[in-house]
């Protein structure tokens, strides 16, 4: 079965294209981005970029990891990335990045909610679990604004093998 494209009124959310490389490399290789996330790291080279999309497909087909494109609907330019990882039964995990010029726009909060769906529904998820940096609280902005829940701090590994603190967050099936 192909991945299914969701859409929004803005957005869709697409399986990544080979054709995507050079702007996943440019929007994750910013050091902006790779700041807010765990395990972005900087630099990002157009090697990393080409490796990360080569595991999309086979993830999908043994569904360990949904992770879709965010781009605009009218041109699909590519925005950033939403994943559902670590699927383990009825259980995932949550993430996403967004490019630098399109922070600030609602596309992740946007993203995120018919992502949460669409686990639910299609994929037949009962917990989505996610993080975030507590350096970057606009992340869970986006997780609170689509009814996930704060339920712990705590002090993860980071991308550079450094502690850092992150918030966790949840939302269960309804």
């Not at 299914?4 to 957005?11: A, E, G, S, V």
């Not at 383990?88 to 018919?114: D, F």
């Not at 996930?148 to 309804?174: C, F, G, P």
Request: proline content about 3%; charged content about 20%; some cysteine.
């Amino acid at each position: 079965m192909n991945q299914p494209i969701l859409k929004t009124n803005r957005l869709l959310l697409r399986p990544f294209h080979h054709n995507d490389t050079f702007a996943i490399n440019t929007l994750a290789g910013n050091k902006n981005v790779s700041d807010t996330t765990l395990t972005i790291p900087h630099p990002y080279t157009l090697c990393m970029a080409e490796e990360w999309l080569s595991t999309h497909e086979h993830d999908w087909l043994n569904k360990l990891r949904v992770t879709y494109a965010i781009a605009k609907k009218d041109n699909n330019e590519l925005l950033g990335s939403i994943s559902l990882v670590e699927i383990n039964g009825s259980i995932a995990k949550l993430g996403y990045w967004i490019g630098e010029p399109y922070w600030g726009n609602g596309y992740c909060t946007e993203a995120l909610n018919v992502i949460l769906k669409y686990a639910f529904k299609n994929l037949g998820l009962e917990k989505v679990l996610a993080e975030h940096l507590s350096s970057n609280p606009a992340s869970g902005r986006v997780m609170q604004k689509n009814e996930m829940q704060h339920v712990d701090s705590a002090k993860m590994l980071d991308r550079n093998k450094k502690l850092a603190k992150v918030e966790l967050y949840e939302i269960t099936a309804t």
